[in-house]
């Protein structure tokens, strides 16, 4: 018998707990993600595009630290927890209120803070933030190393490949470095540059060519930075393709208006054993959802235009838009819009 087992000794002390995690958040999985889209992925957006993906990487809207530090916080920070793995964006430049604005971010639990370094729209501009940054590299270093000193979650940047004639290689090669020495976590490449004058923000979403072959060199530059391409990727086989040299892709609009592309994707990309859900299976999990949020005084409008191409390009397609269109902005709707829609649909 030890001396330790002896119904004379001391009780034994209770074990040491564990120390916390550093980050709560485990190894972000970047290989899928869609992209923040002001408008489009709001909180109702993501929690549905979960129930058709379980691990895609999400992101929210851009919101700035402006609205975050004067305006109403719960409003842009919310989000149920159902939908992590999930990344804010903010859009700001001032180190201080980024850094400020990160800690918020940590405290309501994201798992990532994104720094928007590729919106051109003129209000962007005239607040000195998104593409316009590309041309003061330490300032985005700036924020990133004051984020990072703030919080343990990752802190990565949103950007272009250039901006208006500053779109030589070697200056984007240069800016990727400086945010490299600043600790950046990943960085994510919409793979054209921006025109900051004379193109709206959707032209500029469409008319600077997409330039992977730039992309593709900038990673093999930089094989120690974690990279995703982002830009005119549509279906999973170009994502697959792209894994080949890329740490991760993002899609945008795509994953908008064709939602059941993310369907085959915790299969396809992230080698998950769970097979796709249904379209109807995915509305019937919905349900609950949306009638949590109308008992809240969501409208239901609200949360059904993010359903619109839920069925894009199968059929009864059109009468499922039809049905919600004209039906779900009407005074009083409720979730018998959406499953008369469901039942037109077949
Ligand atoms: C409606 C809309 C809103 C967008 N809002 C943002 C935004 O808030 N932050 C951002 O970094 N990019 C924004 N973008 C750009 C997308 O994140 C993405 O970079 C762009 O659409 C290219 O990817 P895609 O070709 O896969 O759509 C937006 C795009 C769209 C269509």
């Not at 405290?107 to 593409?131: K, T």
Request: aromatic letters at 6%.
């Amino acid at each position: 018998m030890s001396p330790e087992s002896t119904p004379f000794s001391a009780p034994a002390p209770d074990p040491v707990p564990a120390p916390a995690p550093v980050s709560a958040t485990p190894r972000l999985d970047r290989r899928l993600s869609v992209a923040p889209m002001l408008d489009w992925t709001d909180r109702h957006y993501r929690y549905f595009a979960r129930l058709i993906t379980r691990h895609t990487l999400l992101y929210t809207e851009m919101v700035t630290t402006g609205a975050l530090i004067h305006g109403e916080r719960a409003r842009f920070l919310r989000h149920d927890p159902a939908e992590h793995p999930l990344a804010l964006q903010l859009g700001g430049s001032d180190p201080a209120q980024m850094a400020e604005c990160a800690r918020m971010g940590a405290d309501w639990g994201y798992d990532e803070l994104n720094i928007n370094v590729g919106c051109p729209s003129d209000r962007v501009q005239s607040g000195r933030f998104g593409a316009c940054l590309m041309a003061e590299p330490e300032l985005v270093a700036d924020c990133v190393a004051a984020m990072k000193a703030a919080v343990a979650i990752p802190v990565t940047v949103k950007t272009r490949i250039g901006i208006d004639e500053r779109d030589s290689y070697e200056e984007l090669a240069a800016f990727t470095r400086i945010l490299q020495d600043a600790g950046c976590d990943a960085l994510i490449m919409h793979a054209r540059k921006a025109w900051l004058k004379g193109l709206s923000p959707r032209e500029n979403r469409d008319v600077p060519p997409l330039r992977y072959d730039v992309v593709h060199r900038l990673k093999a530059d930089f094989l120690a930075l974690p990279m995703v391409i982002n830009g005119g990727i549509t279906t999973l086989e170009q994502t697959t393709e792209q894994l080949a040299v890329m740490d991760g892709v993002m899609i945008g609009r795509e994953a908008y208006q064709n939602p059941w592309l993310l369907a085959a994707a915790d299969q396809a990309i992230f080698g998950a054993g769970t097979s796709p859900p249904t379209p109807h299976a995915v509305l019937e999990a919905l349900v609950p959802y949306i009638e949590q949020r109308l008992a809240e005084g969501v409208p239901l409008n609200a949360m059904t235009r993010h359903l619109l191409g839920l069925f894009h390009a199968r059929p009864g397609a059109k009468a499922w838009r039809r049905h919600l269109s004209q039906q779900a902005h009407r005074p009083g709707a409720g979730v018998e819009v959406l499953l008369e829609a469901m039942r037109r649909v077949g």
